[in-house]
């Protein structure tokens, strides 16, 4: 089991920033990659940005592409997303998610891919 615990969120204006935390724990030496997620409510949940663990490999969402950075940190089991410029469609709340296996440009974005999940941290972009 993988235990994930998300933080970070609240309340900014638009063109503001914040910057969400998630820090994983229990079983993480089988991680693949490590996402963050979002879903806004009556849409679907969909991926923001995703990290391979070992190659470092980064997936963006085309509409936050240049404004957020995701990164992570191997010996802490943490992961980080930098969100910049935000606007108020980027309101939603935020999941972070790990797998197992491996991912690719074709997958990565598919929530049914993924082992393990936090339960959110709410991002409210006020305009």
């Known amino acids: 089991q993988v235990q994930l615990v998300e933080s970070g969120g609240g309340l900014v204006q638009a063109g503001g920033s914040l910057r969400l935390s998630c820090a994983a724990s229990?079983?993480?030496?089988?991680?693949?990659?490590m996402g963050w997620f979002r879903q806004a409510p009556g849409k679907e949940r969909e991926l923001v940005a995703a990290?391979?663990?070992?190659?470092?490999?980064?997936y963006y969402a085309d509409s936050i592409k240049g404004r957020f950075t995701i990164s992570g940190d191997n010996a802490k089991n943490t992961v980080t997303l930098q969100m910049n410029s935000l606007k108020p469609e980027d309101t939603a709340a935020y999941y972070c998610?790990?797998?197992?296996?491996?991912?690719?440009?074709?997958?990565?974005?598919?929530?049914?891919?993924?082992?393990?999940w936090g339960k959110g941290t709410q991002v409210t972009v006020a305009s």
């Open positions: 998610a790990t797998t197992v296996c491996a991912v690719n440009s074709m997958v990565v974005a598919r929530p049914e891919r993924y082992d393990y």
């Open positions: 990290i391979t663990t070992t190659a470092g490999t980064t």
């Open positions: 229990g079983r993480t030496f089988s991680t693949y990659a």
